[in-house]
């Protein structure tokens, strides 16, 4: 378990409904999650998990209510704005661009800089140390690595931006029990530094070990964990 977050909120929902045609999928969400704490969000598939971190990210509209960091409202701004801002996603499924290298990888997001570039900079090669694997193939098409290595650089991608909030969409997935633990205890650091952190993870044990709360989601909404 990691030691006691700030009380400061950083990341308040409030009313939030969200989903995909006519369904709305998170219904009537509030949520509050405070600077450097790591909330998990449990659930069966369906049940509005990342749903609601792609409303929280800007990658869907929410039907109603409102999302806000740092007592700024973010709902209805776009992704890439959200980006700047520090609100970074880690989708699920590997997303990474299979024809560009390793390299290329991990510099698009200097297309939208965190607020310390060179403190990502820093972090990149940090995290390149990590996981040598990724070092030696720096070069190497990100269509070449294994799945596993996919899904470390599409996690160092986005980690190694210094976010404001995280929200990390199946991160263990693919990855084996060192290197899903490796990361989990990356994603502690980060918290630990003051970034927050919403984590969805179907790997219950390891969500449990790593968040400070965990919360079920129950027809659209997070209610407490039992």
Same mark, same amino acid.
């Given at each position: 378990?990691?030691?006691?977050?700030?009380?400061?909120?950083?990341?308040?929902?409030?009313? /939030?409904?969200? %989903? !995909?045609?006519?369904?709305?999928? /998170?219904?009537?969400t509030?949520?509050?999650?405070?600077?450097?704490?790591?909330?998990a969000?449990?659930?069966?598939?369906?049940?509005?998990?990342?749903?609601?971190?792609?409303?929280?990210?800007?990658?869907?509209?929410?039907?109603? @209510?409102?999302?806000?960091?740092d007592g700024?409202? $973010?709902? @209805?701004?776009?992704?890439?704005?959200?980006?700047?801002?520090?609100?970074?996603?880690?989708?699920?499924?590997k997303?990474?661009?299979?024809?560009?290298?390793?390299?290329?990888?991990?510099?698009?997001?200097? *297309?939208?800089?965190?607020?310390?570039?060179?403190?990502s900079?820093?972090?990149?090669?940090? !995290? #390149?140390?990590?996981?040598?694997v990724?070092?030696?193939?720096?070069?190497?098409?990100? +269509?070449?690595?294994?799945?596993?290595?996919?899904? #470390?650089?599409? $996690?160092?991608?986005?980690?190694?931006?210094?976010?404001?909030?995280l929200?990390?969409?199946?991160?263990?997935? @693919?990855?084996?029990? %060192? !290197?899903?633990?490796?990361?989990?205890?990356?994603?502690? %650091?980060?918290? +630990?530094?003051? =970034? =927050?952190?919403?984590l /969805?993870?179907?790997?219950v044990?390891?969500?449990?070990? *790593?968040?400070?709360?965990? *919360?079920?989601?129950? *027809? @659209?909404?997070?209610?407490?964990? /039992?």
């Amino acid at each position: 378990m990691s030691a006691e977050p700030p009380s400061q909120s950083r990341l308040e929902i409030r009313g /939030v409904e969200a %989903g !995909w045609e006519r369904s709305s999928v /998170v219904r009537n969400t509030d949520l509050d999650v405070a600077s450097g704490e790591i909330v998990a969000l449990l659930g069966g598939n369906g049940s509005g998990k990342s749903t609601l971190l792609w409303a929280i990210a800007g990658l869907l509209r929410p039907r109603a @209510g409102t999302i806000s960091v740092d007592g700024r409202r $973010i709902d @209805g701004l776009g992704a890439d704005r959200l980006a700047r801002l520090g609100v970074r996603l880690l989708p699920q499924s590997k997303r990474i661009f299979p024809s560009l290298t390793v390299a290329e990888n991990l510099a698009v997001t200097d *297309l939208a800089p965190a607020a310390d570039a060179d403190g990502s900079h820093e972090q990149r090669e940090e !995290w #390149l140390d990590l996981f040598p694997v990724l070092r030696s193939k720096l070069s190497d098409p990100a +269509a070449s690595l294994s799945g596993g290595e996919q899904q #470390l650089l599409a $996690i160092g991608r986005v980690v190694t931006t210094l976010p404001r909030v995280l929200l990390l969409d199946e991160p263990s997935a @693919g990855l084996s029990t %060192g !290197w899903a633990a490796e990361c989990f205890r990356a994603f502690a %650091g980060l918290a +630990a530094g003051g =970034t =927050t952190v919403v984590l /969805v993870e179907q790997n219950v044990a390891l969500a449990r070990q *790593l968040a400070h709360r965990s *919360l079920r989601m129950h *027809l @659209g909404r997070p209610v407490d964990d /039992v």
